[in-house]
């Protein structure tokens, strides 16, 4: 019997192939010092992947092929099949700096964590491989706090390295079950279910995850599909999550979420998602104000109570739904009534 790999990097991917190429070279170049194996599950792509990657073979590289689920699940499959003793999820758009895995895996042994990160870069994903620019993007805040690292820091889905046990322990049976209906905030879905528990968390100063910029359709075409999605899982987290004081700082952070989501919609948006949204925030525990906003609403808030100083600044600062409208309203409304079983 084999002995288990180092690391499993899990790629879910459905389509793709050119975008998901770049993503391959980029593993090729990062996993020359520790054992791996690469998980691609293939989630219905209309021409199987591995008929399209046959030039990435001789990586230690299995294909999973699935009828079309979506990537929530796509994932947790690539999981279940995972044997190593770490664990790295990656998008087909994700790329590794090429010494990520050594430094991280050796940060994770050192200081026996649960989960490592770093900062990160971003690229144009065009050209040869060669000819890409790793660019710095986003530096990241150091922190220790579970509910805080994925509710608030909330790292690129490429970005941290997990110990497969710490997982197992949390996904086997998730706060907030799979579902299609959280496909476009995948990755947040992932958070949502960890944000409730203990980590021994590190961070790694330095660019060592890089997101790849490309002309590809996403999910982030229609912010409204975002919103519906958030609101879902949200949610379903205020409803599945257990009321204790272990899991009362990723409560309220939920919460804080809800009221500041709620602020940012525009004008006549949608009544119902409206109230679901505020209804987050008024159930979940409180916290400090400057948590819900800058100097303005703090002082309104203090004069008016956090409701009035809300609606008072929506009115003022936000556009009209129609103004930034992608989706119709009847496409919306089928939308929020596909979650009200969630």
């Not at 530096?139 to 820091?153: D, I, N, P």
């Amino acid at each position: 019997m084999l002995p288990a790999p180092d690391l499993s990097i899990i790629i879910p991917a459905y389509n793709r192939i050119e975008m998901l190429k770049y993503t391959l070279e980029s593993v090729q170049r990062a996993i020359q010092d520790c054992t791996v194996e690469i998980i691609v599950v293939d989630d219905g792509s209309q021409i199987p992947l591995s008929d399209c990657l046959q030039n990435f073979l001789s990586l230690p590289i299995h294909f999973i092929r699935q009828s079309n689920q979506g990537s929530i699940v796509a994932r947790n499959h690539g999981f279940r099949e995972a044997k190593g003793k770490y664990v790295l999820f990656l998008d087909s758009d994700d790329l590794l700096h090429p010494d990520k895995l050594v430094v991280q895996i050796k940060q994770l042994e050192e200081t026996q964590s649960d989960v490592c990160y770093t900062d990160e870069a971003v690229t144009r994903l065009q050209g040869h491989y060669t000819d890409l620019v790793f660019k710095p993007k986003r530096v990241l805040s150091t922190v220790q706090e579970s509910a805080r690292f994925y509710l608030q820091v909330q790292p690129l889905p490429s970005n941290p390295i997990y110990k497969k046990s710490y997982l197992d322990k949390y996904l086997t049976k998730p706060l907030v079950s799979a579902n299609r209906i959280y496909d476009s905030v995948g990755d947040v879905w992932l958070y949502y279910n960890l944000a409730a528990y203990p980590a021994k968390i590190t961070k790694i100063d330095g660019y060592y995850c890089v997101y790849g910029e490309h002309e590809g359709e996403r999910y982030t075409n229609h912010w409204e599909n975002l919103g519906v999605s958030s609101l879902a899982l949200m949610l379903a987290f205020a409803k599945n999550c257990p009321v204790n004081d272990s899991t009362l700082e990723a409560r309220r952070l939920v919460g804080e979420c809800a009221l500041i989501s709620w602020r940012k919609l525009p004008k006549n948006f949608n009544l119902d998602f409206e109230k679901k949204m505020w209804g987050i925030w008024k159930e979940s525990p409180k916290g400090d104000l400057q948590n819900l906003g800058g100097k303005n609403f703090q002082i309104l808030a203090k004069l008016l109570g956090v409701r009035n100083a809300a609606f008072i600044l929506r009115y003022l600062q936000r556009p009209d739904y129609a103004k930034i409208q992608t989706i119709s309203r009847q496409e919306l409304s089928n939308k929020l009534s596909s979650i009200e079983n969630i």
